[in-house]
């Protein structure tokens, strides 16, 4: 399926969907570490708000917000499935957040990128913020953006 195929949503931790996502985000993220996000205690994520990117009903990226204070959040546990990696899946998730989160008032998105997506969060346009540091095993590197 092409860009124009994507769809995109917002889902709760009562959803079925933040399952599926879960297991893209262990599969993707956790288990190449030697880790398992569902030994990991997930239940603050009903905090969180949830967003994926879906190519018919298959979810095909993810990631996670959390709440930092009223006008800033924490972008986390970014993936894309990866027959979709380097199609603009990635970009497309990020910008429609993005695009809800700026008209619900936040003015600052902050993430820990993991040294091999750097470049992908500056194409964003995400500054990092920062010397890089250790995180769930691997390097990573503070970066956020403005919003307003």
């Not at 880790?35 to 990226?61: M, N, P, V």
């Not at 619900?104 to 913020?129: H, M, S, V």
Request: with cysteine.
């Amino acid at each position: 399926m092409q860009k124009s195929d994507w769809t995109f949503t917002e889902f709760t931790t009562c959803d079925v969907a933040y399952e599926t996502a879960s297991q893209l985000r262990n599969r993707l993220l956790r288990q190449p570490l030697g880790l398992d996000l569902f030994s990991e205690d997930r239940t603050a994520e009903a905090l969180d708000r949830h967003f994926a990117a879906w190519s018919g009903e298959q979810i095909i990226a993810c990631l996670v917000i959390t709440p930092k204070s009223a006008a800033r959040v924490k972008l986390r546990q970014m993936c894309v499935a990866e027959d979709y990696q380097g199609r603009g899946v990635g970009s497309f998730l990020v910008a429609r957040t993005e695009q809800l989160l700026r008209a619900d008032g936040i003015e600052e998105i902050e993430l820990a990128a993991r040294l091999e997506a750097q470049n992908f969060y500056q194409r964003l346009g995400y500054a990092i913020k920062g010397e890089p540091f250790m995180e769930v095993t691997i390097e990573h590197i503070l970066m956020a953006k403005m919003l307003t």
